[in-house]
């Protein structure tokens, strides 16, 4: 079984259009997060859930809008794609609110191309 | 500011040689490293941390890194390097804010082990 399981794993669309990432993880985590990996590899956090709420929202812009419908379950939509969003999303999660152990487990990553 | 840095982007070493990758940290009060690995079009793998205690820690797959406090540096290294070895290198810290706490990540080293 999949520990943190995204998808699609790749997506590919055109600029101006609306799109959603899925992310489950079975581990029983209370926290889940989205990150994003762009070309040169650099890795930013986006958000953060903690069994439902938002806790982490970095300066990201509002076209990126997360859901949580619940603690196993964290989801992505993005409203008129830009150029500029096309890298790899990563999912995470780890247990507790805050990261004190450190460990995060990461999905394989969805991999957005906008043309 | 809070950060971590990885100074080289890329490490060379032959298979069996001792290897070592960099990372230098900022952060204010006692600070929680970790070190995570990549292996292509895959998500990221814990490898190690650092909270307290010893300051060589021992991780997965063979590998240790050394907190070094006075330097703030927490160097990942192996003592003799395998070619499956070759992969993303990230070095991250916990970054405290309010309620909760986030992984800050470094820009990445790519290892590349030769046979």
């Known amino acids: 079984d999949t520990a943190v399981s995204q998808t699609p794993k790749y997506l590919v669309t055109q600029m101006g259009n609306d799109k959603s990432i899925k992310c489950e993880q079975n581990?029983?985590?209370?926290?889940m997060y989205w990150y994003k990996q762009d070309s040169k590899k650099f890795l930013k956090i986006m958000f953060s859930y903690n069994n439902k709420e938002l806790i982490i929202n970095e300066t990201v812009p509002n076209r990126f809008s997360p859901k949580s419908p619940d603690k196993a379950h964290l989801n992505l939509h993005i409203n008129s794609l830009e150029l500029g969003d096309s890298a790899v999303y990563f999912c995470?999660?780890?247990?507790?609110?805050?990261?004190?152990?450190?460990?995060?487990?990461f999905g394989e990553g969805s991999r957005l191309t906008v043309l | 500011a809070q950060s971590v840095a990885q100074p080289e982007d890329q490490v060379n070493v032959a298979e069996g040689n001792p290897l070592t990758v960099k990372c230098t940290y900022s952060?204010?009060?006692?600070?929680?490293l970790f070190w995570y690995v990549q292996y292509p079009n895959r998500g990221l793998q814990f490898l190690l941390k650092y909270i307290t205690g010893d300051n060589l820690v021992k991780g997965s797959y063979g590998f240790e890194a050394e907190f070094n406090k006075s330097q703030t540096s927490f160097h990942l290294k192996k003592p003799s390097a395998l070619v499956s070895d070759s992969a993303l290198y990230f070095c991250a810290v916990r970054v405290m804010g309010g309620a909760t706490n986030k992984l800050i990540f470094g820009t990445g080293t790519l290892l590349a082990v030769q046979p």
């Open positions: 952060v204010s009060g006692n600070p929680y």
């Open positions: 995470a999660s780890s247990h507790g609110r805050t990261v004190a152990t450190g460990e995060l487990f």
């Open positions: 581990l029983g985590h209370d926290t």
